[in-house]
């Protein structure tokens, strides 16, 4: 089952920022947050991962919370190529053929950008 | 560079038959992975290879689904006898590592008809 509880859909301004919530009450010491998303008919797409720091790439920016229970992900400028279903994770870190490196993912959220 | 790729794109084929679906990881990625996806839902982990070998496949639903990656590189998703249930798009990812993120392709249309 997945670790992560995350709203169904959410819908965002064109030019706003997109700011998509992730619960992960149970997560461990050792998990990492990751976020992938998915674009009509195309494959996922990974996006960020952090442990315990916020972090930012070219993408978007994570936050998480200082008791890592929870965790936002922030598209700042959100465009219509955005419209997507955004998946958040929680996956062990790396352990030599760990069996828990396999992505279990959730229902996501269903990301709506309105023009 | 390239990233991953999948072939065919779309399969269809009866009820009974064998079907193979081969998946391309992006150039020295050593993990390998394949996922299923119903429609609505999300993808589902099947198998991951660690180099040739499968390190965990407990998510093959069961007997009739079977992989290979006998070079480390190219793999091959078998599935015999396949059944109506079996229709999904099935993914295939890679990683640099295990525990890497993972990077995926457009994935295999498969309808059992």
């Known amino acids: 089952d997945a670790k992560t509880t995350q709203p169904t859909s959410m819908d965002c301004a064109e030019g706003r920022a997109a700011n998509l919530p992730c619960n992960h009450s149970?997560?461990?010491?050792?998990?990492?947050v990751y976020w992938y998303r998915q674009i009509h008919s195309q494959g996922p797409q990974y996006i960020i991962h952090?442990?315990?720091n916020n972090e930012t790439n070219e993408m978007a920016s994570l936050i998480i919370t200082e008791d890592r229970k929870s965790s936002t992900l922030i598209l700042p400028h959100a465009t219509l190529r955005d419209t997507a279903v955004y998946y958040c994770?929680?996956?062990?870190?790396?352990?030599?053929?760990?069996?828990?490196?396999?992505?279990?993912f959730g229902s996501g959220t269903r990301l709506s950008i309105r023009p | 560079g390239a990233g991953v790729s999948q072939t065919p794109s779309n399969k269809v084929t009866e009820k009974g038959k064998y079907v193979e679906l081969r998946c391309d990881p992006i150039?020295?990625?050593?993990?390998l992975y394949w996922y299923r996806q119903s429609l609505g839902q999300g993808p589902e982990f099947l198998i991951y290879?660690?180099?040739?070998?499968?390190?965990?496949d407990s998510g093959l639903p069961n007997d009739r689904f079977f992989a290979v990656r006998p070079e480390g590189s190219v793999s091959t998703l078998k599935i015999q006898r396949t059944e109506r249930g079996d229709s999904a798009v099935y993914l295939c990812?890679?990683?640099?590592?295990?525990?890497?993120?993972?990077?995926f392709g457009p994935g295999t249309r498969l309808t059992v008809t």
């Open positions: 990812a890679s990683s640099f590592q295990q525990g890497r993120e993972q990077y």
């Open positions: 149970t997560i461990s010491g050792n998990e990492y």
């Open positions: 952090g442990l315990k």
């Open positions: 994770i929680v996956r062990p870190t790396r352990g030599v053929y760990s069996s828990a490196s396999k992505i279990i």
């Open positions: 150039s020295g990625h050593t993990a």
């Open positions: 290879f660690q180099g040739t070998g499968a390190a965990d």
